[in-house]
């Protein structure tokens, strides 16, 4: 996907730079007409690539963004997983604890 922005970037860099020398060659020979024309083609081409470079940044920056909110969720969700255990063994050994308390009690009655 990078790529392909890159490669976009290139081509409209490319095309401002053949309309460009267009535009200059046209000026050389005093062809007002043909130069302005051109540099319509200029001026297009740099606001294309001036929103590619836009988007990409946007995009990267957007990416950057949702590594961090995945980490930050993975890491919360971490947290929980842990809370739940630790209330679990908690519970599983308070549990085990009152059915020792039970059997001794048993035990101390029937002696």
Do not use: C, P, W
């Not at 255990?85 to 002696?111: A, F, G, M, P, W």
């Amino acid at each position: 996907m990078k790529k392909e922005n890159v490669d976009g970037v290139n081509h409209f860099q490319g095309l401002r730079a053949k309309y460009l020398n267009l535009a200059k060659e046209a000026s050389s020979t005093g062809d007002r007409i043909l130069y302005e024309y051109n540099l319509q083609f200029v001026e297009h081409y740099t606001r294309l690539i001036s929103e590619k470079i836009s988007q990409q940044s946007s995009q990267s920056s957007q990416l950057r963004n949702n590594g961090n909110d995945n980490f930050a969720s993975s890491s919360n969700s971490l947290k929980d997983n842990f809370q739940r255990k630790k209330r679990y063994l908690r519970k599983k050994t308070i549990k085990e604890e009152n059915q020792k308390n039970l059997q001794n009690d048993e035990n101390e009655t029937v002696s």
